[in-house]
Structures are given as structure tokens and as C-alpha cells.
T-cell receptor, first 112, second 113 residues
Framework: GDSVTQMEGPVTLSEEAFLTINCTYT??????LFWYVQYPGEGLQLLLK?????DKGSNKGFEATYRKETTSFHLEKGSVQVSDSAVYFC???????????FGKGTRLSVIA | EAGVTQFPSHSVIEKGQTVTLRCDPI?????LYWYRRVMGKEIKFLLH????????ESGMPNNRFLAERTGGTYSTLKVQPAELEDSGVYFC???????????FGPGTRLTVT
């Protein structure tokens, strides 16, 4: 079945550091890929998405590129802020299906 | 516009008891989903409603879980009787279209002791 593997956390960075959270996937069809973020006390929010190979999703300074050849969708940000502290989930939705398939989540803590 | 709301935010019950979780989707969203995250593991799909009908309930773990969506508005998820392994965070999401963006609620943290 479909699955998502993302790097284990927690990840602790200093403010303005570069962030990479790795995500790889396995899918039977041609999935859409997502990054969700959960800030403390809040629900999951869609951060960015990509629906086909080589698409780049971007939002709030975060970027991720859909790499079909490596089945990856790594999340990057050039300069993190304290306000980026949250749990980040990589997810996919396979073609024609509605359920999202999530990774385990990566907790990011950014310190000033 | 109000987002997806869930009640309660946290519930602590003893093994063998019954708990009912409630989800109010965004107004006008026909699609409603339940997901669950057990501690340290992935968020897993439980089921999907389209209006009041169960479109996909392939993720429901066993018959101790009963989901309803009477009238196609809010939904309830009942766990009866609760077991220790049911502890986790239960998320509800809704979307306007069948393959549209899913908007998530804050979750209900269920602790079974």
C-alpha cells in the first residue's frame, strides 16, 4: 500500500538556520503530495502542495519539489524563525483516492 | 467563516467506558473525514462521509468504533467499549469537493486509562 516516510525528529535549529525535512513516498498510482503543519494548540494546516512531477510548492518561505525519480518531496526553508516551531507532516493522496496518507511527523523547534 | 470544530478537546476515560467525539465541519462542506494519530505514529485515515453516507470506512479499526453523520451536518464518532490502544488524537477534516483541500480541526485527545 501507499506510505510516507519522513525524517524522525525532533529537530532543533537556531533562528535563521537552513531547514531541510526529508520525505519519501511509495504509491501505487500518481499521487499528489502535501506538507501540513500543526502549530501548538491548533489543527493541521495545509502548508504547500504539488500535484505532478517537477512541480514546486511554496508558501511562507517554505518550498518542496515533487521528485518522481527519487520519490521524494523534501521540505526546505532558507531561514527559519521562532514562529516556525511546529510539527510538520508530509502526506500524499493517491490518484482518484480521497484519504490522505501521512508520515509520522517531524517536530521542529527554533530557538532565538 | 468558522473552521472545523471538534468537541471535546480532551477526554480521559477508563477502559471499558464509552466516549463520543463530535465534529462540526465547515458549513457547506459535504465531505467529512475522520483520522487518528496514535502516539508517535502516523496520522491514519478512519472514514469518509459524503453528506450522510459513508463513502469509505476502510480505515475503521474494528466494530467498537461507530461513526454517524445524521442529516449530513455534524458527525459523531463513538468508541464503545474503549480500550487502552484507542488512546490518541482524533482529527476531523472537511472538504467542499470530493478531491478538494481538506481542512482539519484541532483534534480531540483521547486518553484511555
Amino acid at each position: 500500500g501507499d506510505s510516507v516516510t519522513q525524517m524522525e525528529g525532533p529537530v532543533t535549529l537556531s533562528e535563521e538556520a537552513f531547514l531541510t525535512i526529508n520525505c519519501t513516498y511509495t504509491a501505487t498510482g500518481y499521487p499528489s503530495l502535501f506538507w501540513y503543519v500543526q502549530y501548538p494548540g491548533e489543527g493541521l494546516q495545509l502548508l504547500l502542495k504539488a500535484t505532478k512531477a517537477d512541480d514546486k510548492g511554496s508558501n511562507k518561505g517554505f518550498e518542496a519539489t515533487y521528485r518522481k525519480e527519487t520519490t521524494s518531496f523534501h521540505l526546505e526553508k532558507g531561514s527559519v524563525q521562532v514562529s516556525d516551531s511546529a510539527v510538520y507532516f508530509c502526506a500524499l493522496r493517491d490518484s482518484g483516492n480521497t484519504p490522505l496518507v501521512f508520515g509520522k511527523g517531524t517536530r521542529l523547534s527554533v530557538i532565538a | 467563516e468558522a473552521g472545523v470544530t471538534q468537541f471535546p478537546s480532551h477526554s480521559v476515560i477508563e477502559k471499558g467506558q464509552t466516549v463520543t467525539l463530535r465534529c462540526d465541519p465547515i458549513s457547506g462542506h459535504d465531505n467529512l473525514y475522520w483520522y487518528r494519530r496514535v502516539m508517535g505514529k502516523e496520522i491514519k485515515f478512519l472514514l469518509h462521509f459524503v453528506k450522510e453516507s459513508k463513502q469509505d470506512e476502510s480505515g475503521m479499526p474494528n466494530n467498537r468504533f461507530l461513526a454517524e453523520r445524521t442529516g449530513g451536518t455534524y458527525s459523531t464518532l463513538k468508541v464503545q467499549p474503549a480500550e487502552l490502544e484507542d488512546s490518541g488524537v482524533y482529527f476531523c477534516a472537511s472538504s467542499q469537493d470530493f478531491l478538494g483541500e481538506q481542512y482539519f480541526g484541532p483534534g480531540t485527545r483521547l486518553t484511555v486509562t
